[in-house]
Each structure stands twice: as structure tokens, then as C-alpha cells.
């Protein structure tokens, strides 16, 4: 299982949000030396995320491309809404792109899917229970992850799935959780939310996710992503 560390990018720092609340804002600092960081620490892929997108629909695409030029590979994600910045996050390096509230509109992703390719587009399924939630995991969509993922699978390379009462809360994993999505989607599943421990890297990547992304436990220095990528070989 790969580890993939966090960039969440807001105001041009690199953040964590408690709960996806842009109230509950932790960590201060350049995405760009957090980028590098991680590499030289063993990282080969890195998920970013413009926050400020995802909130308010802006984002700085130069600070989005300096800090994608720092991965071998990167995927990139927050604010998609339409073709053109979809094209524009592959123009300036993200390897795949990450959809998340306009997933769900039909002909959406069919459109990214048929102009991109499929191995480009990951699917961005933040879920409170078996709901998936939208706009910055404010709204609930009416749909279950279960359909979700049967709508999805033939458009998209992989789900991320994102437990977000979870996130950023250093709570635990929840590798039940996981498992039951892992077990839908037949497809790579790269599992956000909650990861505190070494342990929780350990009950992941027993669900046969595909990766696993780490945020907060390694801000924190809960343990290095070293002992991460460890513990989820």
C-alpha cells in the first residue's frame, strides 16, 4: 500500500482542516518546502489539495504547478468543476485529478473521461456514513457510495474515499470502513481519514486499499513517513 502525504493548500500555506471545517484551520507554513519534504523523505507520490478551490472556487495554479514539479507522481484535486481547469491541473503536471462534488452530475465525468482518459480521473467520494457528501462536505448528495461506485467505475482510473468525520481529527482509521468500500469499488481505492497511528497504517493496508493518505499524524510527528511506508509495506 502506498503512503501519500497530505498538501491541503488554503491562502497559499499548507493546512489542515478539522472536519473539513475552514473554521477549524491548523498548521501554517509553504507547500512548496512541505512538497519537498516529503520527497526527500521517501515520498513518490503526493496528494494536494487546493482548499481554496474546493471552498471558494479561486486557488494559485502557479503555487499548484511549483509544488507538482516537487513529485514523481501527483495527484491533484480541489475546485474541478469543469473542463478547462481539469485540463489546465494536467497542463501544469498533476498526473491524475481528483473530482469530487461534480462527480455526481450526470455527464460530468463522461466528459473529463472521454477529453482526458479515464487513468487520469480519480473520483473524490467524501462519505459521512454510506452517504456521499458535497460541497466541501457540506450537503449530502442523496446517494450511497454503493451506486455511487457502480455510476463511476468505468470513467475513472480509482476512488479516493474519505471518511470525513474522521479527517483531520487524528480519531483512528476506520478499516471497516475501507474494507466495505475496497470490497465495492474493483477498482484502486486510496483510503483519507482519521490515520493516527502506525497501527491504523498497519489496519489499512490489511482492506487491500491501494493507498493511504497521511495529513495530520505526520504534521503532528504522530511518526515519520518512513515508519508509515513501513508499516503499509
Not at 78 to 95: C, H, K, P
Amino acid at each position: 500500500m502506498k503512503v501519500l502525504p497530505a498538501i491541503d493548500i488554503r491562502g497559499g500555506r499548507c493546512v489542515q482542516l478539522v472536519g473539513g471545517d475552514p473554521g477549524r484551520e491548523r498548521y501554517s507554513g509553504d507547500p512548496v518546502e512541505a512538497a519537498r519534504r516529503w520527497v526527500s523523505e521517501g515520498a513518490d507520490t503526493l496528494h494536494v489539495v487546493n482548499l481554496d478551490g474546493a471552498l471558494d472556487g479561486g486557488g494559485d495554479l502557479e503555487l499548484l504547478e511549483r509544488v507538482v514539479e516537487q513529485a514523481e507522481v501527483a495527484q491533484v484535486g480541489g475546485g474541478v468543476r469543469d473542463l478547462s481547469f481539469a485540463r489546465r491541473l494536467v497542463e501544469i503536471g498533476a498526473d491524475r485529478v481528483m473530482v469530487g462534488t461534480r462527480a455526481l452530475e450526470p455527464g460530468f465525468m463522461e466528459e473529463l473521461s472521454d477529453e482526458l482518459g479515464r487513468r487520469r480521473l480519480v473520483a473524490a467520494l467524501d462519505c459521512r456514513g454510506d452517504e456521499v457528501v458535497v460541497e466541501g462536505w457540506t450537503e449530502g448528495s442523496g446517494v450511497n457510495f454503493y451506486e455511487a461506485v457502480e455510476r463511476l467505475r468505468p470513467l475513472v482510473w480509482g476512488f479516493l474515499y474519505t471518511d470525513v468525520e474522521r479527517e483531520g481529527r487524528m480519531v483512528g482509521a476506520s478499516a471497516e470502513g475501507v474494507e466495505r468500500f475496497v470490497e465495492v469499488a474493483d477498482a484502486p481505492v486510496i483510503a483519507s481519514g482519521g490515520v493516527s497511528s502506525l497501527k491504523d497504517v498497519e489496519a489499512l493496508s490489511g482492506t487491500r486499499a491501494w493507498g493511504v493518505v497521511i495529513g495530520s499524524a505526520l504534521y503532528e510527528n504522530a511518526f515519520t513517513l518512513r515508519e508509515a511506508m513501513e508499516a503499509a509495506s
